[in-house]
């Protein structure tokens, strides 16, 4: 599978969706619709609404029913984006190379319209889901969870609690797993569940989205010292001025790139329960997306 | 009925709820879990949920099957007040008799302690549920709308966008009724709606909630220029001095209480289709919040 123009096309189908579904221009009052869909709208890459898809068509073909569920999934990640620019968070300005939502619309309005796509989501899978009622629910449990206490929320929070203590590669990897990774596993998981795959197979995608997660964020870290602002979209050399746990930072850049490829390999063995094909594809996937320059 | 001993014994029981649902002290890092439960246990009234309880009570004897929901309210609700209180908003010192979220643990957290509760509501009502999950998931709809781009962080974004522009009658009850408004008719509601309550009684408790959360909120203008801080466990005064749109501002007080009046009025008259019974109780209830001193 070429996975950068299947990723293309599909991200053209789901701002087609995302675009449907978010309040017209008759929202009250204008800036409001304006605030929300800059965030949304400034080009993404779609990356885990595509894994939710990706999974979900190794089981079944009706794809396009999952398009609620991959826009609630990229409109919480859309809304973690903004609230973690924030300057009482990490204070950036820039962001998918466009200045950060506070920046344009201003604090207070950047938080509401992060608060405002966090709530919608879970009212777009509650309205728009055509799968039955009891795997919607299952749905939203998955996506709630991966979103909150024990989830992304909850590293962002050890993320922040652990700035000047000292950093342990436990912690570090407790907060790279829980910050990032858990809504990637979600992503991948997500697809199973509305696929209603069978358990073995279920049990597999999730240990593939979990591992895809780590060498993800770790990917991340690496480009954060390596890449430049036009690759980014953001400016590059953020973590070091700020401080911030890093992967690089902790073991330098040489054993960082060992770590993510090793964890990209874990996620390659947890697939063995699946099918060649269908291995295949979540194969090349992982390839693209570890060996990433943005 | 009386309805402050009703309140408080509610209060009690939902407390014990809470308690057993939020992330014990197990949950990493320790601070996460003193954030979260800081705002929630700082003693609110219990209003959202209480309405909720009560209106289910009309039709139906099993109140405790809707302890999921009235948590969630009451968290989605002290998520609200978590983000107002932030510097970037209406940046509040005092809540409930206590300092404010932000105050205790920083502003990084205490947005993050928010996200986390608004989160932990979805989750909550998809995973504790034991009513349809059909009907669940219209409870789900209801209560993110109501709380959404055109409920309540609607209402919030018009009063800030609203600052230093010309304030009218339709603007400020635009602001009123989704700012507050929303939720406490959605309280009314969910409360009908999971009893299955027939489409009259519904649309009944449905209007009684919409002029209810009025009457609410102009009682919340007037006792914010006539109570003092031990009164309102917060700053009084707080609106006149930050020139937020207020119905004293725009009317003066003897309007602003005639107003106050007629929406309960119109809340009462809205009980029509119920029975005599069940329309006195919410009669009762009514009357104690718009006679509130705090």
Redesign the interface.
Known sequence: MNVQSEMSRFARRLDRFLDSVL?AED???R??HK??RYSLFVGGKRLRPFLLETVYGLFRDDRERTLPFAAALEMIHTYSLI?DD?P??DNDALRRGKPTNHMVF????A??AG??L???A??LM??R?DF???V???A??LL??A????GM??G???D??SEGKEMTQPLLE?IHTRKTGEMIRASCLMGALLASAPDDEREAVNDYGKWLGLAFQIRDDILDRTGTAQQLGKSPGKDVSSDKATYPALFGMETSLHLAREATQKALDALKPLGEKERAVLEDVAEVLCRRES
Not at 106 to 109: L, N, P, T, V, Y
């Open positions: 309040p929202l009250f009052p800036e409001f605030a929300i609230h924030l009482c968070m201003g604090e207070a309005k938080m509401l608060d405002s966090l709530t919608f879970f009212e509650a309205t889901s039955e009622p009891a919607t629910l299952r939203i449990a709630a969870g979103a909150g206490f024990r929320a909850g962002q929070f050890a922040i609690d407790y």
